[in-house]
Structures are given as structure tokens and as C-alpha cells.
Nanobody, 125 residues
Framework: VQLQASGGGLVQAGGSLRLSCAAS????????VGWFRQAPGKEREGVSC????????YYTDSVQGRFTISRDNAKNTVYLQMNSLNSDDAGVYYC???????????????????WGKGTQVTVSS
């Protein structure tokens, strides 16, 4: 089982990026996928999550309305479209599977058994 995140980079504030998470070793549409991020000196934060079929999504409040998570099960890939990026969005983004679990309304990592290597997102002002 492997997850590979990609699509990070340097973007100006207000710009957009699309992250991809390619999965292998899973049966398509059998797992939820979440995106987490971690900025230097900060704790890891759950950003978004999508159900196996794609019909249920979750966003942390700070990205609601700016980020969109989606998946293409035929390609075993989950996407995170990030618009109107700001400095608070900078960090290393990780994708993880297979369960979206929330605690006190916040996406937490203990439902995730598999983690991909992160992709860096840098936002310049």
C-alpha cells in the first residue's frame, strides 16, 4: 500500500495549486483519503477528507470555500484544489488513508494507517 502526494510548489498569495494523491495497493473506492498539513513549529492539522465514494467531504473551517477535495477512483487518485492561498496555508501537505475520523469536529490522524510522503506548499506575499 502506497500513497504518493504531488503538486506542491511556490505560489503567490491569492494563487492556486492542485495537489494529487496517487494510491496503489488499495481496491478503488474502498478507502477514504484525507489531507493533512504541517507548518514549521506547528502541529499537524487535518485539512480535508473524502469518503470512498466521494459523496461525503469534510473541510476544516479555515479552508472552507477555498479548497475542494475530489477523487477519480478509476485513476486511484484524490485531488485537493486549493484557491486563494494565503500564508497560513503554507506547509508540508500529506495525504493519508483509509478512514476519516473527526474528534470534536476536527479531522484527526489516528484513523489513518497509511501516509504518503509530503509535498511542500510555499506561499509568497
Amino acid at each position: 500500500v502506497q500513497l504518493q502526494a504531488s503538486g506542491g510548489g511556490l505560489v503567490q498569495a491569492g494563487g492556486s495549486l492542485r495537489l494529487s494523491c496517487a494510491a496503489s495497493g488499495f481496491t478503488s473506492d474502498s478507502y477514504a483519503v484525507g489531507w493533512f498539513r504541517q507548518a514549521p513549529g506547528k502541529e499537524r492539522e487535518g485539512v480535508s477528507c473524502i469518503s470512498p465514494s466521494g459523496n461525503i467531504t469534510y473541510y476544516t473551517d479555515s479552508v472552507q470555500g477555498r479548497f475542494t477535495i475530489s477523487r477519480d477512483n478509476a485513476k486511484n487518485t484524490v485531488y485537493l484544489q486549493m484557491n486563494s492561498l494565503n500564508s497560513d496555508d503554507a506547509g508540508v501537505y500529506y495525504c493519508a488513508a483509509p478512514r476519516c475520523i473527526r474528534s470534536d469536529g476536527t479531522l484527526v490522524g489516528y484513523g489513518m494507517d497509511y501516509w504518503g510522503k509530503g509535498t511542500q506548499v510555499t506561499v509568497s506575499s
